[in-house]
């Protein structure tokens, strides 16, 4: 098994919904900030990812929460890499609360790529030696199959503004979530929490475009399944989501 590692966060006052718990893109920022600490802890530097000519682009989310954290809360982000194999690179995490009962699941499938000419390329050596990872073709690597919305019951518009600009100078991966989150109906919101999310990133974003989130909403007796896609001011897409949420009882 590769190097794990652990990081703790606290649930403040800015990652909290109306209800005091901590909001789904704060659990995500707390997963790629994990991530990014480790390959800090294992050697690498911050001037290292940004004169870099190579970088890691995530295409796969699939995420499973199994209970709530709330405001002052301390939360333990368990991650280590799972696989490398050619320019993939699959990662899990798990997210626990101070009494180490399991909040939340999931697995990320990355790619590496040459920022230059935007193409895959093969993980280099020294991060197999980093992580201590072999190559494992025991373990699979599957892209998510993800659905379209067959109809659209709701379309919101949104611009991309700088504080939503990463250190790669695109769009952060967990404002695709605030997107799918905002153009959700109120009483939705107010009376459902996300309980399982599958995102697949196809192209990225940068700086003054506009996205408009289009979506199908299913509902059930006691929960909602919501299938999402991200199209740019040209329709061409760029994002599809999945997302099931609960009714709180």
Not at 29 to 46: C, P
Not at 113 to 129: F, L, Q
Not at 213 to 231: F, L, M, R
Request: aromatic share 14%; glycine share 2%.
């Amino acid at each position: 098994m590769s190097k794990v590692f652990e990081k703790i966060y606290e649930v403040t006052y800015r990652d909290t919904n109306i209800r005091g718990e901590c909001n789904f893109s704060s659990y995500m920022d707390f997963m790629s900030d994990a991530a990014f600490s480790q390959d800090i802890s294992l050697g690498a530097s911050f001037t290292d990812f940004k004169e870099s000519d190579y970088t890691w682009v995530i295409f796969n989310y699939d995420i499973k929460v199994h209970g709530k954290a709330n405001y002052k809360e301390k939360l333990k982000i368990v991650t280590y890499v799972k696989a490398f194999r050619k320019f993939y690179a699959l990662r899990n995490f798990k997210i626990y609360n101070e009494k180490e009962e399991l909040i939340l699941s999931g697995d990320t499938l990355a790619f590496y790529i040459d920022i230059k000419k935007a193409k895959p390329c093969s993980i280099p050596s020294s991060y197999y030696e980093r992580y201590e990872v072999k190559e494992d073709r025991s373990v699979k690597i599957n892209k998510l199959k993800m659905r379209r919305p067959s109809r659209i019951d709701i379309s919101k518009n949104f611009d991309i503004r700088y504080s939503d600009i990463d250190i790669n100078i695109h769009v952060g991966n967990s404002h695709y979530i605030m997107w799918i989150i905002d153009s959700m109906p109120f009483e939705v919101l107010k009376n459902y929490r996300i309980s399982e999310l599958l995102v697949a990133y196809e192209k990225q974003l940068k700086y003054n475009n506009e996205v408009v989130v289009e979506s199908q909403i299913e509902y059930e007796d006691d929960y909602i399944i919501a299938i999402h896609q991200i199209v740019d001011e040209n329709k061409n897409e760029i994002s599809l989501l999945e997302s099931k949420w609960v009714k709180i009882v």
